[in-house]
């Protein structure tokens, strides 16, 4: 069974940045695509980014150029960092393999407010 521990969200300022973390486990990470989601309220989950085990990228059109999901094969973890935050981008941030697994973390909260 997956197990995945997200961490890094916080109370930002417009503008500001933020790298999230993640920890996978139970599963065999490095060959297996995985994905930032987040929930604002009273929205759907949506996935933010994803990233192929060949580290290929992909994007939501509302955090290109702004957010960057990478990660480390050799520590099971994978991180989205997040420049220019927006109030739109305040959120509860998951991260899953892509496609998701029933198996959701506890989230972390992003809030962007003045």
């Known amino acids: 069974q997956v197990q995945l521990v997200e961490s890094g969200g916080e109370l930002v300022q417009p503008g500001e940045s933020l790298t999230l973390s993640c920890t996978a486990s139970?599963?065999?990470?490095?060959?297996?695509?995985m994905g930032w989601y987040r929930q604002a309220p009273g929205k759907q989950r949506e996935l933010v980014a994803s990233?192929?085990?060949?580290?290929?990228?992909n994007y939501a059109d509302s955090v290109k150029g702004r957010f960057t999901i990478s990660r480390d094969n050799a520590k099971n973890t994978v991180n989205l960092r997040m420049t220019n935050l927006k109030p739109e981008d305040t959120a509860v941030y998951y991260c899953?393999?892509?496609?998701?697994?029933?198996?959701w973390g506890q989230g972390t909260q992003v809030t962007v407010s003045s």
């Open positions: 899953n393999t892509f496609p998701a697994s029933h198996n």
């Open positions: 139970g599963t065999i990470f490095s060959i297996t695509t």
């Open positions: 990233i192929t085990r060949q580290r290929i990228t």
